[in-house]
């Protein structure tokens, strides 16, 4: 089956200040990310950063070009940092194998020609990615969770008591743009990125997963002082422009994968929002 791929534009801040709901949702809001034994991607204007699902059931489904890419190969121009969302389960890169245990990651430089995703040996795999271009080559390289640069940030009495693994960040793994981590709340909290933060030099996507299927995460995005919100199901994305906020309050604890590219490697680049300026 062939990639599902659309395209989407960028906007200006003071645009989206008009955008009603549904105009909102069909800018920044992914909702379908898996299709059973194909590909889904989106292809943003931010950075041209692609945010994309794959989802083998029953038979291997490889990462195919798209005509958006105008290349033979996924990867001639590009970098690709997938991390697990199902089961344990394998992908091959240019004929080697790698097994990855649930939100291990794998990071893939440019230049590869072959990347093939395989069910999983008990139910269906699932794996999130997000592809930036690439100026060069840099090895492939599997980051198992406990290799992560790993920070607990925040308190149970602020409702946003969490683990950030870092998985694909300069210390662990060379890229040319992408970063990629995995963000786990605890039990009882429910808020992520509080403080909120912008950062003008890159544009960031939020992936949710391991939330209850009948519940929700409230994702605020937006300028500081003119925020909107996304109601975002399991298993999907919100794209964040380099203007935006992005941060979210769940009715449950869940789990988020944020992917970055853009102008630097700097996780801390950071313009941290007090709580009480945002509007
Ligand atoms: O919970 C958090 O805080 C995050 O995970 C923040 C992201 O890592 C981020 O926004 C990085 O810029
Ligand atoms: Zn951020």
């Known amino acids: 089956?062939?990639?599902?791929?659309?395209?989407?534009?960028?906007?200006?801040?003071?645009?989206c200040r008009?955008?009603?709901t549904a105009k909102l949702r069909e800018t920044f809001l992914i909702e379908d990310l898996f299709q059973d034994n194909g590909i889904n991607v989106v292809y943003s204007m931010y950075d041209r950063l692609i945010i994309g699902g794959a989802n083998p059931v029953s038979q291997d489904v490889k990462l195919e070009t798209f005509p958006s890419l105008r290349s033979e190969n996924f990867l001639d121009r590009r970098e690709l940092g997938i991390i697990n969302v199902g089961p344990e389960s394998a992908v091959t890169v240019d004929g080697q194998q790698f097994i990855l245990a649930p939100k291990e990651a794998l990071y893939i430089g440019m230049g590869v020609k072959d990347v093939t995703f395989h069910p999983a040996a008990n139910g269906e795999a699932k794996f999130y990615f997000n592809s930036a271009p690439?100026?060069?080559?840099?090895?492939t390289k599997k980051v198992s969770?406990?290799?992560a640069e790993t920070v607990e940030l925040g308190a149970l009495e602020n409702s946003n008591h969490r683990t950030?693994?870092?998985?694909?960040?300069?210390?662990?793994?060379?890229?040319?743009q992408l970063q990629m981590g995995v963000t786990e709340l605890k039990t009882g909290s429910v808020w992520?990125?509080?403080?909120?933060?912008?950062h003008d030099r890159r544009m960031e996507a939020y992936f949710y997963f391991e939330l209850p299927e009948d519940q929700v995460v409230c994702h605020f995005m937006g300028e500081p002082d003119?925020?909107?919100?996304?109601w975002v199901k399991n298993n999907q994305a919100v794209i964040s422009p380099p203007w935006s906020i992005h941060s979210g309050a769940g009715t449950s604890n869940y789990t988020f994968i944020w992917g970055m590219a853009g102008e630097n490697l700097d996780y801390n680049d950071m313009d941290k929002v007090a709580p009480t300026d945002l509007k």
């Open 192 to 198: 992520n990125t509080m403080p909120a933060h912008t």
């Open 134 to 139: 690439a100026h060069r080559n840099y090895p």
């Open 1 to 15: 089956m062939s990639i599902q791929y659309t395209l989407r534009h960028a906007t200006h801040p003071a645009d």
């Open 18 to 20: 008009s955008y009603d």
């Open 164 to 176: 950030i693994r870092k998985v694909l960040i300069n210390s662990v793994v060379e890229t040319c």
């Open 145 to 147: 969770l406990a290799k």
């Open 226 to 230: 003119e925020t909107r919100h996304l």
